[in-house]
C-alpha cells in the first residue's frame, strides 16, 4: 500500500459527484481508469484528501458520432474500447492508429481516452491527437457545462485550463476530412512504454496532390504536447512528397528544444523529432487515396 | 457471507481512520469464490488478493505498472491489479493465477506447454505472463508469433531474454489447437 490516505467517495451520479468536487475542489482528484492517478499517488507526487471516484456514474462510456460524422468520447471510454470501436475505425481514424501506441493492453482496458487527456501528461498520446484535430473539450461543474478549445487546454506540465470543480466528460473531435491522412509513430525504449518523442500527424491533400492543411503535433518534446506551426507552414501549398517532408522534418528538429534527461539528451530528442516527422509524413502520404 | 464488524474493527484499520482514510466494505468475486473484505481505501487490489483474500500467486515487482507480474484477469480482460484500488473493482469477477488449473489440478494447457518449453527461468514474472497470455488466447486462439510479442510486451522478465516465454506460447497455441481446447 503506497498512496496516502484518502476519503473516497464512489457517486451514483453526475450530480453528485460534481456537488463533492464543488465541495472539495482543490483537495479533491477524479479517478476513472486510475491508471495514470493511482501510480502518481503511490509515487506521493500527489496526495489529495478526497478521490472521487467516478467509475459508477452512468452514460459516460459512450461514443457518439453526430450527423456531420464528429466523433465525442465520453468521460469511461476506455482506451482498448476506443481500440476496438467500428465508430472510431470508421470516422475517427486517426484515434484508432493511436490506440495501439497507449500503453499496454492491460493499461488499456483501464484507462480512459478523456482521462489521459485531463490529466495532459507530455509524454501520452491523447493530448497530441486533440492538439494535431484540433478537438474540443467540455469541462462540466454545478455551474454548468462549458467547452475548451485544444490550443487552450493544455497550459504546463499535468496542468490544464480545467478548474478544480470541473469534470472533463467529453471531448469532441471534429469531423474527419474526407481527403485527411494521418500517420502516428514514435520511439519507446520498449514498446507501449513512454515514448522518448511521438509524432502524430494529419494532412490534408488535394487531386493535385497539393497539401492544402498539416497538423505536425509532438508528444515527450515539451512541457505540455505541442504543435511545430512553422513546420507546418512549410508544408501549407507544396507537394506531398519526401522533399517537402524533409523540409518539414528539418524545421521540426530546429524548433522542438525537448527537455533532456536519463533517458535521452536534448540534442537526441530533438534528432529523433525530425526522423519521426519525415518517417511518418511518407506513412500518411502512403494511405492518401487508399481509404474512405 | 462473512460478519465485516469484528473487521472493521481491527487496529490496522482503525489506524486508517485515524490517518484521515476511507474504509471501503469490498465485494468481489476471485475465481469463483465470493469474497467479502474490509479494507483501505487506497489499498490497491493486489494486496487485497495477497494479503486480505491469501492468494499470493499474483505477485508483485514494481507496484507502478511497469513490470506486469501483478496481472489478474478482471471481467475477462487482463489488468494490472497494482493500478487498481481493491474498491474499483466493487462487484467484479478476478480471475488469478490460482484460477487456471482445474478444480483437479490439471493444469492449463498454457501452463503445461510452458512447463514443457522450460519457459521460466525463476519465474517471478510467470503470474503476470500467463494471465496475459490466457487473455491473449481467449480472443485469439491462434496469434502470430508478432501478436504474442506484442501482447506480451507489457511484462518484463529479467531472465530469459523472452525467446522461451514466446516459444511456450506458441507451444500452447498448438496443443489448445489440437486437443480443440
Not at chain 2, 505477485?59 to 494490472?80: F, K, S, Y
Not at chain 2, 518449453?117 to 497470455?133: D, I
Request: aromatic share 4%; hydrophobic share 40%.
Amino acid at each position: 500500500m503506497k498512496a496516502p490516505p484518502f476519503i473516497y467517495h464512489r457517486p451514483e451520479t453526475l450530480d453528485e459527484a460534481l456537488a463533492l468536487l464543488t465541495e472539495h475542489g482543490d483537495d479533491a482528484k477524479v479517478l476513472a481508469g486510475g491508471q495514470s492517478l493511482i501510480p502518481l499517488m503511490g509515487l506521493r507526487m500527489g496526495r489529495p484528501a478526497h478521490v472521487v471516484d467516478i467509475g459508477r456514474v452512468p452514460k459516460l462510456d459512450a461514443i457518439h458520432v453526430d450527423s456531420d460524422g464528429a466523433v465525442t468520447i465520453g468521460a469511461l471510454v476506455r482506451h482498448e474500447q476506443a481500440n476496438k470501436s467500428p465508430a472510431i475505425a470508421e470516422h475517427a481514424p486517426l484515434i484508432a492508429q493511436t490506440m495501439p501506441w497507449v500503453a499496454h493492453r492491460a493499461i488499456r482496458t483501464r484507462g480512459t481516452v478523456v482521462g489521459s487527456i485531463a490529466h495532459a501528461d507530455p509524454a501520452a498520446e491523447m493530448p497530441a491527437v486533440v492538439l494535431a484535430t484540433q478537438a474540443t473539450m467540455t469541462a462540466t461543474s454545478t455551474r454548468g457545462d462549458r467547452t475548451i478549445a485544444a490550443n487552450d487546454f493544455f497550459e504546463g506540465y499535468l496542468d490544464t485550463a480545467l478548474e478544480a470543480d470541473e469534470i472533463l466528460t467529453s471531448v469532441t473531435f471534429p469531423a474527419w476530412p474526407a481527403n485527411a491522412v494521418s500517420a502516428v509513430t514514435e520511439v519507446a525504449r520498449r514498446h507501449g512504454d513512454y515514448a522518448l518523442v511521438g509524432f502524430v500527424g494529419k494532412l490534408v491533400v488535394g487531386d493535385d496532390n497539393v497539401i492544402t492543411d498539416a497538423a505536425l503535433a509532438f508528444l515527450g518534446a515539451a512541457s505540455t504536447a505541442v504543435r511545430v506551426t512553422a513546420a507546418e507552414a512549410v508544408l501549407q501549398g507544396a507537394p506531398a512528397n519526401d522533399e517537402s517532408f524533409a523540409a518539414a522534418a528539418e524545421v521540426v528538429s530546429a524548433e522542438l528544444e525537448p527537455p533532456s534527461d536519463i533517458h535521452g539528451s536534448t540534442a537526441y530528442r530533438k534528432h529523433l523529432a525530425g526522423t519521426l516527422t519525415l518517417r511518418g509524413l511518407q506513412s500518411a502520404a502512403n494511405r492518401i487515396g487508399a481509404s474512405a | 457471507m462473512t460478519d465485516t464488524t469484528s473487521n472493521t474493527d481491527t487496529p490496522r484499520l482503525q489506524a486508517e481512520r485515524d490517518a484521515g482514510g476511507s474504509i471501503v466494505d469490498l465485494s468481489v468475486t476471485v475465481n469463483g469464490t465470493h469474497h467479502q473484505v474490509s479494507v483501505e481505501a487506497r489499498r490497491p487490489l493486489s494486496d487485497v488478493i495477497r494479503e486480505d483474500i491469501g492468494l499470493t500467486g499474483t505477485h508483485l515487482g514494481c507496484e507502478h505498472g511497469v513490470c506486469g507480474a501483478c496481472t489478474v484477469l478482471i471481467d475477462g480482460e487482463p489488468a494490472r491489479s497494482c493500478l487498481m484500488l481493491g474498491a474499483q473493482a466493487e462487484g467484479t469477477e478476478i480471475t488469478t493465477i490460482e484460477g487456471l488449473a482445474g478444480p483437479d489440478g490439471e493444469l492449463h494447457p498454457i501452463q503445461q506447454a510452458m512447463m514443457e518449453a522450460h519457459g521460466f527461468q525463476c519465474a517471478f514474472c510467470a503470474p503476470g505472463f500467463l494471465m496475459s497470455a490466457v487473455a491473449l488466447l481467449d480472443e485469439n486462439p491462434d496469434p502470430t508469433t508478432a501478436e504474442i510479442r506484442e501482447e506480451l510486451s507489457g511484462n518484463l522478465c529479467r531472465c530469459t531474454g523472452y525467446q522461451s516465454i514466446v516459444a511456450g506460447v506458441e507451444t500452447a497455441v498448438r496443443v489448445m489447437k489440437e486437443s480443440g481446447k
